[in-house]
């Protein structure tokens, strides 16, 4: 039925979506502000149309969140679905095969920012509400909240739901902003990284300068940068920063192991990405160093001359962003002044350094043993023919502990996207098949966790 459901309206969801994607919500970036607005505005509307009782933009000292909610029986359980509709800038724009905001389809895949983070996913849970509530078969309540600032932070949202904590009233959180292991071995995220997201500017001279007149006598502040960067990791990879390491929980052998049973191809995957080696903090395996160990990474570095041709400047600034992955324990608070206080200290009195945080979030392990993750688990089998294996991310969603701590919930990571789908990166997509397998999914969870909820009463 919810299949057949799906086939006769499988254009009008594509349509509905790539209409979706063609607004360029980058929350990052001020000029976009009104798209951003009307990104949520169209998911107002969409979320009306699928059988929401009630649907509103609500204010906040940044961009809006959109809240919305479908009230079956207040006695039957409550699922919120969290997302984002805010999208990363798409630069590099000449890197693109089509355009970031002209969504097209090719080999059974949806190119566009946002595609996938976190448009596509979200809209998965929009159909899944009109199926159920088309065919009468919902048999939850289900609450949406789905904010523009995500891919910065989600700055405002703490207030939000502190201010808010009535009307987010549920049993559970369910998010799809994550991704599986292939479409061959479905999988449900139990632990997200945290983050602690920095810019640094170093100052050299009052001014540019002739780098011919100067050039060593005066220290470039690009030369300075580049050697402070080098010294955050020593020869095994490991971060250097005083203190970095202190709160990090060693899992046991039998855990890593456990970790590591993950279906994963080395070879294939450096040659997805291009590379002959992969690269990391040693004694570790990949799946381990994007899981379950805390890294550090330059996201942008810029300074000087950097147009067509040759401009001979010794610059007197350089800049840099600087990204540090956190796992359970770490701090994003503690390790964000550990960062400043040594960053500044590598610096020569050549240059004066700033550190400017940008934002943070916690990490999280959710439970396995919950009713939602057996009633997500379920579901995968029911729809994939497969247990869903449960694994690490290497991503960051802070409102994932904002949630446990303000609303006492715990949050079902059961997202549909694949690490090959390019996010954040040019030709961003996703797969028409997790796309609508997606739907059937979440459809299913909702049906399995109202069984579960209620033997368990």
């Known amino acids: 039925m919810v299949n057949n459901y799906i086939l006769q309206n499988r254009q009008r969801f594509l349509d509905e979506l790539t209409n979706w ?55 039957l359980p409550t699922v919120l679905v969290y997302g984002h509709y805010d999208v990363q800038p798409p630069d590099p ?43 009468n078969v919902l048999p939850c309540n289900v609450k949406f909240m789905v904010e523009g600032e995500e891919e910065v932070g989600s700055e405002h949202l703490g207030q939000f739901v502190k201010t808010n904590r009535d009307k987010l009233k549920a049993d559970v959180i369910l998010i799809s902003d994550t991704a599986l292991i292939s479409l061959e071995h479905p999988s449900i995220t139990v632990g997200l990284r945290g983050l602690s997201y920095v810019e640094v500017e170093v100052t050299g001279p009052n001014r540019d300068l002739h780098s011919g007149v100067y050039g060593g006598a005066v220290a470039n502040p690009i030369n300075v940068l580049a ?48 590379i002959d080696e992969v690269h990391g903090e040693s004694g570790y395996t990949t799946l381990e160093r994007t899981g379950i160990r805390p890294t550090l990474d330059v996201n942008g570095i810029w300074g000087g001359y950097t147009g067509e041709g040759a401009k001979t400047v010794l610059p007197s600034k350089a800049y840099a962003k600087i990204s540090m992955r956190l796992v359970p324990e770490q701090d994003h608070r503690t390790i964000t002044e550990q960062f400043t206080r040594y960053f500044i200290s590598l610096a020569p009195k050549s240059v004066k ?90 459809v299913a969870f909702y049906r399995h966790y109202a069984r579960i909820k209620q033997s368990s009463n």
Not at 34 to 41: C, I, L, Q, W
Not at 113 to 135: F, P, S, T
Not at 241 to 263: K, M
Request: hydrophobic share 40%; proline share 7%.
């Open 21 to 75: 994607l063609r607004i360029p919500s980058i929350s990052a970036d001020s000029r976009f502000k009104n798209d951003v607005r009307n990104a949520a505005s169209y998911l107002k509307e969409q979320l009306i149309a699928a059988g929401a009782d009630h649907a509103e933009l609500i204010e906040t000292p940044g961009h809006p969140v959109v809240y919305a909610e479908k009230i079956v029986n207040p006695a």
């Open 93 to 135: 724009l000449n890197l693109w095969i089509s355009p970031p905001f002209e969504p097209v389809i090719r080999d059974e895949k949806i190119y566009a920012r946002g595609a996938c983070d976190d448009k596509g996913q979200v809209y998965m849970h929009v159909k899944a509400l009109e199926i159920m509530n088309r065919l």
């Open 227 to 274: 050697r402070m960067i080098a010294a955050l990791h020593d020869e095994q990879g490991r971060v250097t920063i005083p203190g970095f390491y202190d709160r990090v929980i060693e899992l046991t052998a039998g855990e890593r192991e456990a970790l590591n049973r993950a279906p994963f191809n080395l070879e294939n995957y450096k040659n997805e990405l291009g």
């Open 353 to 442: 350094v700033k550190v400017t945080p940008l934002h943070g979030g916690e990490p999280v392990v959710t439970p396995t043993h919950s009713p939602a993750f057996h009633a997500a688990s379920a579901a995968f089998e029911e729809v994939w023919g497969k247990q869903p294996i449960p694994t690490r991310d290497g991503g960051s969603i802070p409102i994932v502990a904002l949630f446990k701590k303000e609303l006492g919930l715990d949050s079902v990571l059961m997202g549909f996207g694949l690490d090959s789908d390019a996010i954040h990166s040019p030709n961003e997509h996703f797969g028409l098949t997790n796309f609508f397998r997606g739907i059937e999914t979440i």
